[in-house]
DNA sequence: TAATTAAATGACCAATAGTCATATATTAGG
DNA sequence: CCTAATATATGACTATTGGTCATTTAATTA
């Protein structure tokens, strides 16, 4: 009896190391600039080990995508319960989708290279519902316009930030150079515009 | 004297050919899915012809890239000319960014895919000075708030509309399924915002 | 313990980006 | 006009890498 299920978690860390492997090889190298017997090297196994548990390299990226997307939901919701009126949880998020690209920058890169995929193909977790979620109660206790729509809402904000997290950092080095901007600047003027936009 | 400028003619012509060939294989295929030989094919050319042209396949991406910039940004200056009004400058720009997804996805694909590079690397025509240009009038004509800053805003207006167009099309189809919302309405409601954030 | 099942290996394969010796086309100079 | 020099294009080849699968090894079950 306890053997399958020994067996099926043994199968999970064996999964979960492959993964981490390729973490770093991928974030070493870039996704193209990283081969599979490189992630079979840093995984201590063979190269066709890993199609045992994964159909092609991308499906092993979209784990990690999946890491990243369970990883960010976490930290909304830590943002919601940490906050009571609604206005500042949606502050809370925006800080902490931020403070998740300072430190997961690879992370970030992965949901961006899989935003043409459905979330629930990587996991069940879902960050813009708890944006949604924080929207609602923000509207419910007063702080936040009533005439907002909390889903268009919440689209718009994932996607405005999304696309400033982009733009910031895949670009600072034009953006100093030319202009003598820095990401952060742009980063903050932007949760301030945001801020004015939502405040009741 | 005349051979000369002709040769260099045929060689520029030759280039754009292989552009768009490139264009029609990449477009249809993705750019990981379509193989230099196909391009080759499609140009009439023999695949080592292309590497007299393009040192990899990604520099041919980026020449892509480049068309797109140029097109966007003439999109841009024409939105200006139509407009006197700083608002409704910027207003008419946002819809060209609009438009040109709509007509060119690809394009705008591209433009991704190169978000990391500067944009001196494709082309000297630079659709976010455009916009920059756009909100001084509106500053100076006053229909756009003063206490705004042209550049900062403009790089936000710009991060934000690409977001938004990759939140609204990329997970269109999740979208409509798990919340019935179509893009057009995150789109037309993100420009509403912007519109109100500015106006003066 | 032997048979069965599960997991891992590593040699192999096909495809493709990129290379470069060779072939072909064009130009310039006598 | 002809030939040598220069420019351009070709296509066979190479190295690499994602992916495959027959075989080996390990674990489990009867």
């Not at 090889?25 to 081969?35: C, E, N, Q, R, Y």
């Not at 995929?117 to 990587?122: D, G, V």
Request: net charge negative; hydrophobic share 40%; glycine share 8%.
């Amino acid at each position: 009896m306890g053997t399958a299920e020994r067996r099926q978690r043994e199968k999970e860390k064996r999964r979960n190391d492959i993964i981490d492997a390729a973490e770093k090889v991928f974030f070493s190298k870039g996704l193209d600039g990283a081969t599979m017997e490189e992630v079979a090297e840093e995984a201590e196994l063979s190269k066709g080990t890993l199609y045992l548990y994964f159909q092609r390299k991308d499906d092993l990226y979209g784990a990690i995508a999946g890491r990243a997307i369970k990883l960010l939901t976490a930290r909304f919701e830590e943002a919601i319960a940490r906050h009571v009126r609604g206005i500042e949880r949606v502050g809370a998020i925006g800080d902490a989708y931020i403070g998740f690209y300072h430190q997961y920058p690879d992370y970030f890169n992965a949901l961006l290279h899989h935003q043409g995929h459905r979330i629930e193909e990587f996991t069940s977790d879902n960050p813009l519902e708890a944006l949604v979620k924080a929207i609602r109660s923000g509207i419910e206790d007063g702080s936040i316009k009533s005439e907002l729509d909390p889903l268009k809402t919440a689209v718009i904000l994932w996607g405005q930030t999304s696309g400033i997290l982009q733009v910031a950092y895949m670009r600072c080095d034009a953006l100093k150079e030319a202009y003598a901007i820095n990401p952060e600047e742009i980063i903050s003027y932007c949760l301030e515009m945001i801020h004015s936009m939502l405040k009741a």
